[in-house]
C-alpha cells in the first residue's frame, strides 16, 4: 500500500495488526454501527447515503443508496451481498480492503443491511484468495462474539447473519446476477434484466450486492455525514477511490486519492512516474473492460466518472495499467481477448462466439498471417457483439479491442501481410484456441 494522505479507507492498511477487532474498535471502529442503530431509521441511514453521492466501486459507478432504495418497502425477505470476487485485471484493492481491515467491511455490512432491513449477508470472496476466506472468516466470529452480528444486535432488535462464501474462480461470478446464481447453487450465468437484484434476486427476493469498496465506505459516511464526504472529491464523483496501479511505474501498488486529481499529478507525484529506462505509451484506468488511453491523452484527464467517461474510456474499478513503450499493443490485445474468451460463460451467441473470433483473428495476425481484411473483420465481430447480449462481457471485449485498434492501428498493420488478398476472411484451421 501506498499512502497518500487521503486516507478515509486506507487508515490501517500499513498496520500489520489492522485486521484485528481489538485494534478496530480502538481506533473507533463500529461507533458508525452504535450510531445508526441507536439513533437511526433505515430510510435516514439509505439517505445519507445517498446523500453522500456515494457511487458503486466495482465498475458501474451506479449511487449506492439509490440502488437501496429500489428494494420494495414491503418486502419480507432481502438479502445482501458483499462482491469479493475481483477479478478485473488489473484490480486488486478489495483485497487489501479485506485483508488489512475487515471490520471495516463488516461494519458497513451491517449498517448497509439495516439500511435495505436485510437479516442475510453473504461476502463472496474469490475462489483464489484462499487466506483472505480465512481471514475474513476470523473477523465475522470476532463480530458475532462482540454482539455486531447474530440476533438483537447491540440491544437494537436488529438480526443479522452473515455468511462467507467461497467462489470458485469465474470471472462471471463477479457480475452480480451470475454471482447470486452461484450461490443459489446454478450455473454462474448472468440473469437476463429485468428484474434487477434489487427486486428480484437471490431466491427471487430482493438483494443488493455491492463492491467491497462501496460497502467499506459506509462507516465512514455515517460518522462524518454527507456533507464531509463530498468534501473530497468533485461535485458528481464524490469522495476518494482506491487504484490499483500495475507496470512499470517507480511506485506501483494500491493508492486512495480524492476523485478528480489529475492523471498527470498522480502519475508524476505519487506513482514517480516510469520506471528508469521506461517511456509511457498508454494507461488503462479502470480495469481491462475499459478503453484504453494514449500517455497522451492519459495526461490530460482527471480520475473521475465524468471527465474519464468524456474522455472516451470509463473509471471502471480503478484497476490502473500503466503500458510502456516497449509494450507489443498486439500481443497485450491477444492476452485480454484470450481472457475474455475463457470467461465467457457461452450463453449469448455473440459473446461465446464473437470473444473466440477476436482471439482467433488477433493470434493469427500475431503468427504473421495477418490478411488486409482482418481489421475490418475485426470490427465487423465488435459489431455483432456490442450491446446485444445478457450482460456486459461481450462489450468489455469490445471496448478494448475497438480502442487498441483505433489508438494503435500501425501496429496491427504492420503484422498484416500486404501480398494476401483483399478482404481474406481468415481460413484458419477450427478449433485452435491456446
Ligand atoms: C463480467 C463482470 C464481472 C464483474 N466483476 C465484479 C467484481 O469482481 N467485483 C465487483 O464488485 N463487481 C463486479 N462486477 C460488477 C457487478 O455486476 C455489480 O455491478 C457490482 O458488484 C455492484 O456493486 P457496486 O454498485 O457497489 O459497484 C462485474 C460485472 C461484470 C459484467
Ligand atoms: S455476455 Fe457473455 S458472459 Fe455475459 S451472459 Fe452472455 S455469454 Fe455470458
Known amino acids: 500500500m501506498n499512502k497518500s494522505g487521503n486516507d478515509m479507507l486506507s487508515t490501517r492498511f500499513d498496520r ?39 457511487r458503486g466501486r466495482g465498475g458501474a459507478g451506479f449511487p449506492t443508496g439509490v440502488k437501496w432504495g429500489f428494494v420494495p418497502a414491503d418486502a419480507d425477505e432481502v438479502y445482501f451481498f458483499v462482491n469479493a470476487d475481483e477479478s ?56 458475532y462474539a462482540a454482539g455486531y452480528l447474530g440476533k438483537n444486535i447491540l440491544g437494537s432488535g436488529f438480526d443479522l447473519e452473515m455468511i462467507v462464501h467461497k467462489g470458485a474462480g469465474a470471472y462471471i461470478c463477479g457480475e452480480e446476477t451470475g454471482l447470486i446464481n452461484s450461490v443459489e447453487g446454478r450455473k454462474g450465468q448472468p440473469r437476463l434484466k429485468p428484474p434487477f437484484p434489487a427486486v428480484s434476486g437471490f431466491l427471487d427476493k430482493p438483494t443488493i450486492v455491492n463492491n467491497v469498496e462501496s ?47 489529475p492523471f498527470r499529478e498522480f502519475f508524476n507525484e505519487q506513482l514517480g512516474g516510469m520506471a528508469d529506462g521506461e ?34 474510456t470509463m473509471l471502471g474499478s480503478g484497476g490502473m495499467i500503466i503500458i510502456p513503450e516497449s509494450s507489443d499493443m498486439v500481443e497485450l490485445i491477444q492476452v485480454l481477448m484470450h481472457f475474455y474468451f475463457d470467461e465467457s460463460c457461452g450463453q449469448c ?22 490478411t ?42 504492420a503484422l498484416i501481410q500486404e501480398t494476401a488478398p483483399a478482404g481474406n476472411c481468415s481460413l484458419w484451421p477450427r478449433g485452435e484456441q491456446e
Open 16 to 54: 500489520p495488526d489492522g485486521h484485528l477487532l481489538s485494534v478496530y474498535e480502538a481506533e473507533g471502529g463500529y461507533k458508525a454501527l452504535k450510531t445508526a442503530l441507536a439513533s437511526m431509521q433505515p430510510t435516514e441511514v439509505r439517505d445519507v447515503v445517498k446523500d453522500s453521492g456515494l
Open 88 to 143: 478485473e485485471p488489473g484490480t486488486f484493492k478489495d483485497r487489501l480492503l479485506l485483508d488489512y481491515d475487515p471490520h471495516q467491511t463488516i461494519e458497513g455490512t451491517i449498517i448497509s443491511c439495516f439500511a435495505v432491513k436485510a437479516k442475510t449477508a453473504f461476502v463472496y470472496i474469490r475462489g483464489e484468495f484462499g487466506w483472505l476466506i480465512d481471514r475474513v472468516q476470523v473477523a465475522v466470529n470476532e463480530a
Open 215 to 261: 460497502v467499506a465506505s459506509v462507516p465512514w459516511i455515517i460518522t462524518n455525514g454527507a456533507e464531509a464526504y463530498k468534501n473530497f472529491g468533485t461535485e458528481k464523483s464524490c469522495g476518494t477511490k482506491l487504484f490499483s496501479v500495475s507496470g512499470p511505474v517507480k511506485n506501483p501498488g494500491v493508492y486512495e486519492i480524492p476523485l478528480g486529481l
Open 279 to 312: 517511456k509511457l505509451k498508454a494507461v488503462i484506468v479502470g480495469g481491462s473492460s475499459v478503453p484504453v488511453l494514449t500517455a497522451e491523452e492519459a495526461m490530460n484527464v482527471n480520475l473521475d466518472y465524468e471527465s474519464l467517461t468524456n474522455a472516451g
Open 349 to 370: 451467441t455473440p459473446c461465446r462466439e464473437g470473444t473466440g473470433w477476436l482471439h482467433k483473428i488477433v493470434k493469427k495476425m500475431r503468427k504473421g498471417e495477418g
Open 372 to 413: 488486409v481484411g482482418d481489421l475490418d473483420l475485426l470490427e465487423h465481430v465488435c459489431q455483432g457483439m456490442a450491446g446485444l447480449t445478457i450482460c456486459p462481457l461481450s462489450d468489455a471485449a469490445v471496448m478494448p479491442m475497438r480502442s487498441f485498434i483505433e489508438k494503435f492501428r500501425p501496429e496491427f498493420e
